[in-house]
């Protein structure tokens, strides 16, 4: 015979996925479903339980358990990569600029012209070629990290770089300390390769430093996460003495830093990276997706000497090397200031969309950084990011909510708003829907 809780539990299953509970709604507290139902308050505490592990209801802290939006896909869209194109798409960044494709064209033109052609369709070294690496260590001297070309491996993207430090460094098992809120790339990694994440709770300015302190005197941390330099989503850049103080901490439990700077050059005149302050621990990973174009996937890894046999063992593993032609164009831009010139112009326009944003969005509070390609937007109290994220997909705007981020057990009701995928126009338009959405669902 099914145990009565079971019952319980699949008739409250039925119910939410028949529609008769709809995303939101806010289920019995335990009490008094263990009144209602004639049952112990273990047995009401073991059905919502259930009910949370088939992704059915989230527990809220202080508020209560609420029927979750299951109609969305897995991650809330954050795993799809590809809108229909009637879509406006405020999910994902992939800034281009109008002349991109022309300086494509010439640059395509002048690789058939120069050098040794025939070069470029063999094998190269795992790590890339001196030269390559060469140009990639002069750009990031002159951003802000002097970087030697022996000590700087080529990979396939920033994302390809993040895989390549935990197969080098980590061990399945081994607890990563992160930020509560962090890159959602960073954890469908950790998963894949079955890394337990620690999270740091964050403030307003940057994580909190006494609680890595404390979590690292109570766990075995074999590295930390962090992006340090405009953080994806909350958009801070942490100052020197903060730096110096994840430094110290690195150094006082021995932690690996992978430190993340995909966005980093659009916070121009940022304090050096946290490679300048620990470089004997510190995996500095940058990529060319955000600042050039994301279908060039072509990236850099810059570690210590002693960390550099594992790290190209990993990238002989998973991708030998980086195609020798998309390396050699983003090498020849980083030569002639393309690249230099590429990220002045995305940062004025990234301002010119925060600007936009602002005027959109107001009165709505929100995260973000004057220069950065995201918005972090908490929702007010008595909203539901899943239904914001639902009637917003029925008006053709993507976004994300705040699960694909999170690293605890509650989820913040947040969406986070990609700025750079979409003309000014249809930005203006879908921000202005984004507002006119979350105020309607205020007054429900």
Request: aromatic share 6%; hydrophobic share 45%.
């Amino acid at each position: 015979m099914k145990a009565r809780y079971k019952a319980i539990v699949d008739e409250f299953a039925a119910a939410i996925r028949a529609g008769g509970l709809s995303a939101g709604t806010r289920l019995p507290t335990h009490r008094a479903l263990s009144a209602s139902r004639r049952i112990s308050l273990a047995t009401a505490t073991r059905v919502y339980a259930e009910l949370e592990v088939m992704g059915l209801v989230s527990g809220e802290t202080g508020r209560g358990t609420f029927v979750r939006e299951i109609s969305l896909p897995p991650g809330l869209g954050m795993d799809q990569q590809v809108v229909a194109t009637d879509v406006v798409d405020l999910n994902f960044n992939y800034p281009s600029l109008p002349n991109q494709a022309e300086l494509l064209r010439d640059a395509l033109r002048h690789l058939t012209t120069s050098g040794d052609l025939a070069s470029l369709l063999r094998y190269q070294p795992h790590a890339g070629r001196q030269n390559d690496r060469e140009a990639i260590a002069s750009w990031l001297t002159a951003s802000g990290l002097k970087a030697a070309a022996e000590n700087i491996l080529i990979v396939n993207g920033a994302q390809h770089g993040l895989t390549v430090a935990a197969m080098g460094m980590l061990r399945p098992g081994d607890v990563v300390a992160v930020d509560a809120l962090t890159y959602s790339g960073f954890k469908a990694l950790a998963s894949l390769y079955h890394l337990e994440l620690a999270p740091i709770p964050v403030t307003a300015t940057g994580p909190d430093l006494s609680a890595l302190r404390q979590l690292c005197q109570r766990r075995h941390i074999k590295a930390l996460y962090t992006m340090p330099t405009l953080h994806n989503p909350l958009g801070w850049v942490l100052d020197h003495a903060q730096r110096r103080e994840i430094s110290e901490i690195a150094r006082q439990h021995d932690l690996v830093i992978i430190e993340d700077a995909a966005y980093a050059y659009l916070a121009h005149g940022s304090p050096p990276p946290l490679a300048h302050f620990a470089p004997e621990r510190t995996l500095y990973v940058t990529g060319f997706s955000k600042n050039i174009a994301t279908g060039l996937r072509v990236g850099a890894v810059v570690c210590p000497p002693a960390f550099r046999p594992a790290l190209e063992r990993a990238i002989r593993a998973t991708a030998w090397n980086t195609p020798s032609l998309m390396t050699a164009l983003v090498s020849g831009w980083l030569e002639d200031g393309t690249i230099t010139r590429l990220e002045s112009l995305k940062r004025q326009d990234a301002r010119q969309r925060q600007t936009l944003a602002r005027e959109c969005l107001a009165p709505l509070d929100y995260v973000s950084h004057a220069s950065s390609y995201f918005i972090w937007l908490p929702l007010p109290e008595e909203i539901r990011a899943e239904q914001v994220v639902r009637q917003l997909m029925n008006e053709q705007i993507s976004v994300s909510s705040a699960e694909p981020f999170s690293t605890t057990q509650n989820v913040p009701h947040a969406i986070r708003l990609a700025l750079g995928s979409v003309s000014l126009d249809k930005l203006k338009d879908a921000l202005n829907k984004v507002r006119e959405v979350i105020e309607y669902q205020r007054y429900l």
